[in-house]
């Protein structure tokens, strides 16, 4: 952990913006710039910019490295799950034509813009999960954290 | 905008030759980072922001953290080469010849008629408002819906990155004894 006071004041402020900024880029994609792969490493930039001034044992208690582990895999399950979801709805493997007036389309976007949504938010949960894993394996071999 | 490309460019230059000079890895390690935060200002100028995210992320953020880390495993200098440096410089003159040669057959920054702009299908861009129901990202709509297969493919390689690195570095609670008894006998070759 780094004593440096403005440093700790700093990260403090900053890390909220980062985070925020993450889930702009997540999902304002469809209409911006971005799109999951962006977001997943601003998030994780976040989560490791918490990790190196607070020290391994204070991030991992907020992203326990157990539950980072299944959400690697949860994305892409989320990815592959709409394209078989959209098989079941009669259409192909990721057509998401089929989604247009399946679900409650008050509230959600409908057809391909559900599609995109849901499969962006797989990406997302995996690259930022194995960015920070990535980090977890460095961090915890060396005495840099 | 001209000067800022020209100075942007330079500095790319002088950066990774530097990098290529310097025999501290912990300044190699930062002048990487610049090198990333400057393509991603470059990016910015070519208009894809986007790309310019992930290489500031991760170029400049995510990487950098990963060489400090693994730079106090182990050493901070790089060990003097005695080869002599003929033969690579010679390489890397035939290799940036080439590139260079291959540059000359490229069409125009931003040019219409340029190939990538005509070639797979230029509807793409024309039908994906209608397509998508008015979503306006066309690099969104490609990535995730028209191009879906690939993406779901590109993930699944960032997991299978992950699940490598795993594998090959994480310390377990199998071999955490292991370490801690032989960091305790160099302790104890050390005192005595």
Redesign the interface.
């Known amino acids: 952990m780094i004593k440096f006071p403005i440093i700790r004041v700093i990260t403090k402020l900053l890390i909220p913006y980062i985070l925020l900024f993450a889930f702009y ?1 997540q999902f304002h ?10 977001a997943g ?2 998030f ?2 976040g989560l ?2 918490y990790g ?1 001034v607070f020290g391994l044992d204070a991030i991992k208690r907020v992203a326990p490295p157990i539950v980072i ?1 299944k959400l ?2 949860l ?2 399950l989320v ?2 799950g709409t ?1 078989f979801a959209t098989m079941l709805l009669g259409g192909n ?2 057509d ?1 034509d089929v989604l247009e007036h399946s679900f409650n389309h008050q509230y959600l976007p ?4 559900l ?2 949504f849901v ?2 938010v ?2 997302g949960i ?2 930022t ?3 920070t ?3 977890y ?9 | 905008m001209n000067w800022v490309v020209f100075a942007i460019l330079a500095l790319l230059a002088l950066t990774a030759v530097t990098v290529a000079r310097l025999r501290q890895l912990w300044a190699a390690v930062m002048f990487t980072g610049i090198y990333s935060f400057l393509s991603a200002s470059w990016m910015m100028i070519l208009d894809a ?2 790309v310019a ?2 290489e500031a ?2 170029g400049a ?2 990487s950098t ?2 060489m ?3 730079l ?2 182990t050493g901070e200098q790089e060990q003097p080469t005695k080869r002599s440096p003929l033969v690579p410089l010679l390489v890397v003159t035939i290799t940036g010849g080439a590139l260079i040669y291959g540059t000359l057959d490229m069409p125009h920054y931003g040019d219409p008629n340029a190939i990538v702009h005509l070639h797979p299908d230029p509807s793409f861009v024309e039908r994906s408002l209608e ?3 008015g ?3 066309v ?3 490609l ?3 028209y191009r ?2 690939d ?2 493919g ?3 390689v ?2 299978t ?3 490598a ?2 594998l090959i ?3 377990d609670e199998m071999e955490r004894p292991a370490i801690a008894s032989r960091a305790k006998r160099r302790k104890r070759k050390a005192s005595a």
């Open positions: 880029v994609g469809d209409y911006g710039p971005g799109g999951g792969f962006q490493v601003i994780a930039s490791i910019l190196l582990e690697m895999a994305g892409v990815y592959a394209g493997f990721l998401y409908g057809g391909q813009h599609g995109i499969v962006e797989g990406v995996t690259v999960s194995v960015m894993m990535i980090f394996a460095f961090a915890s071999r060396s005495r840099f954290v | 922001p986007d995210f992930t992320a991760v953020g995510i953290v990963l400090l880390s693994t106090a495993l397509d998508m129901h979503l306006p990202n690099v969104t709509a990535l995730a819906s879906g297969y993406t779901l590109e993930t699944t960032v997991l990155a992950g699940i690195v795993l570095l994480r310390r």
